[in-house]
């Protein structure tokens, strides 16, 4: 087929990326912005295969069956709390399949003793340093996400030189790959060292900042994506990756402002600095109000507006269903319930809202950061499944702690706030929450989809 | 050089672009657009055929063939993830009813 017929079809397909992305405004228009975007990523791939460079079908048939039926399952398989994971190894496989297609490119123009080689070598150079780094990171992400890592066994000495020095080895074995005469090896040798930087920047990254990495890993696959579209000379690969590259970029700023912390912070493992005590005098003592599931329901008997606000507890403990079961029996007594999410709620942005959703619960009753503060001064009562840092009173009033300036979800300025919590234990940030001890906290101590099964219980039973 | 101009420009316009739709996607359809856009960045699947089918050497064909089976689990895993997401966001009436 004709070259021009074959880019135009690429524009077609860069198009229908737009448009689809652009779906996603709004959740009535998203399911459809995907189709399209699919349906986009179908064109273009079925337009390549009449490139004609392309003189065998026979592994391409193969490697397609192998990567779609391994796609299907691991899609259809996953379950919904566990969509970090998911994100991170996708990101990885985008930024892996970046690093191979750039090497190919680079190896193609190579032999065929491209004149205009110079270029060509500093775009693969790029693609493949994000590409690597994004591989190694994304599988470092997953491995922590799936815990097959612990936070604990991840800080060394010297690590910050370490990654100085790699970050400046790198960055020489980028330069004489632009001026060494077989550039297809020196590629291989800047590719693993991008994969050890990969490996180690992310490493010390643990538990609530993982949304501002998912997000970054998520942006690098884009770029990785469009540089390789420099190598390859194709159009509809620099504006596929660009359009990503800026999505993830966007996230990672928002997951940032939203936990006020910089990126440079959470990458280098900076812990938030601050002081973690009160004088060291126990913040609790003989403050907490622990309360049981029938001394709760007696409470929603006589509210009228409730807000729930989930944390990663709930996704841990898979507590969704049961808070739908809650909502709806709430709703069915003319109670109204709203849900207060935070950005960084969970291990990825949006993650609580997926699993709200999955549970049955309506879009229009999860409200963001914004949305939701003004509203707590006219609740009635505040239901906190699994979440801590994010509705920690600290961050607005002590200017030394960790967390000052976060902005947070002010639950503790409704009439009364319900904490279902496992134990008093601090959250990532390590500091102790003065909410768990105000004089309008009753903590349920438990895990979250038996305490919210308890509530239930209680409430269909009555007094 | 003048290729290299043209591949810019057409990248940054599309950052541009990407600015101005991302900004208007709203935080409950975050994790979806995560997913979604990952799996256009796949897209690389393209760069990855053409490797893999050109017979011109066995490493760039060997290259070609992990890149083609990387790239198709990232398009059709995350189109499909996505896909299932998307399914599960609905409106009030449809839970009164």
Not at chain 1, 79 to 94: D, F, K, S
Not at chain 1, 214 to 226: H, Q
Request: with cysteine; proline share 4%.
């Amino acid at each position: 087929m004709n070259g021009a017929v074959i880019n135009l079809g690429y524009l077609g397909a860069s198009a229908l990326f737009i448009v689809g992305l652009k779906g996603l405004a709004h959740p009535r228009t998203a399911l459809r912005g995907n189709l399209l975007a699919a349906l986009g990523m179908l064109l273009a791939v079925a337009l390549t295969l009449f490139d004609r460079r392309i003189l065998s079908l026979q592994a391409i048939a193969v490697g397609v069956v192998i990567g779609a039926v391994l796609g299907a399952v691991l899609a259809l398989k996953i379950q919904m709390t566990a969509m970090p994971q998911m994100v991170a190894l996708l990101n990885g496989l985008g930024g892996g399949a970046s690093v191979l297609v750039a090497g190919a490119g680079l190896l193609e123009r190579q032999n065929g003793g491209d004149s205009a080689l110079s270029y060509f070598t500093v775009a693969a150079a790029v693609s493949g340093v994000i590409g690597a780094m994004t591989f190694s990171g994304s599988l470092v992400a997953f491995a922590k996400l799936q815990e097959l890592v612990t936070d604990s066994s991840t800080q060394f000495p010297g690590r910050r030189v370490l990654v100085a020095g790699l970050g400046a080895a790198v960055c020489g074995i980028g330069l004489w790959l632009m001026v060494t005469p077989d550039p297809h090896t020196v590629y291989w040798i800047v590719v693993g060292a991008s994969l050890l930087l990969g490996l180690l920047l992310v490493w010390p990254v643990g538990g609530a900042d993982m949304p501002v990495v998912v997000a970054l890993l998520n942006s690098w696959s884009g770029l990785a994506a469009a540089t390789t579209g420099f190598v390859l000379n194709n159009n509809v690969l620099i504006i596929a990756g660009s359009l990503v590259g800026a999505s993830g970029f966007i996230l990672t700023q928002i997951m940032c402002r939203a936990m006020n912390r910089s990126l440079v912070n959470v990458l280098a493992g900076i812990a938030p600095q601050g002081s973690t005590g009160q004088g060291g005098e126990d913040p609790y003592v003989g403050r907490v109000k622990a309360g049981s599931p029938e001394e709760v329901a007696l409470l929603f008997d006589v509210a009228q507006r409730v807000m729930i606000v989930p944390g990663y507890g709930m996704a841990v403990s898979q507590a969704q269903h049961s808070v739908a079961h809650l909502t709806e029996l709430l709703c069915s007594r003319g109670i109204e319930v709203e849900f207060a999410i935070h950005p960084v709620a969970g291990r990825m942005p949006g993650h609580m809202n997926v699993l709200l959703a999955e549970a049955n619960i309506p879009y229009e009753l999860l409200k963001d950061l914004d949305d939701s503060n003004p509203l707590f001064e006219q609740t009635d009562m505040v239901l906190v499944i699994g979440a801590n840092d994010v509705i920690n009173p600290l961050a607005r009033t002590d200017r030394t702690c960790p967390i000052a300036g976060m902005p947070i979800l002010d639950v503790d300025k409704a009439r009364t706030v319900v904490v279902i919590k496992r134990s008093l234990s601090p959250g990532f940030a390590g500091i102790p929450n003065p909410l768990f001890a105000a004089e309008n906290t009753i903590m349920l101590f438990g895990d979250g989809r038996e305490m919210v099964q308890a509530l239930l219980k209680a409430l269909k039973e009555g007094p | 050089m003048e290729t290299a101009v043209l591949g810019l420009t057409i990248f940054v316009l599309a950052l541009f672009a990407g600015f101005e739709i991302i900004t208007k996607v709203p935080p409950t359809l975050h994790t979806p657009l995560m997913s979604g856009a990952n799996a256009i960045s796949g897209i690389t699947l393209v760069g990855a055929l053409l490797a893999a089918g050109s017979e011109q050497d066995w490493l760039l064909s060997i290259l070609g063939f992990v890149a083609v089976v990387f790239a198709t689990i990232n398009v059709v895993g995350g189109f499909l993830v996505t896909h299932r997401m998307l399914a599960m966001f609905r409106e009030h009436r449809k839970m009164e009813s």
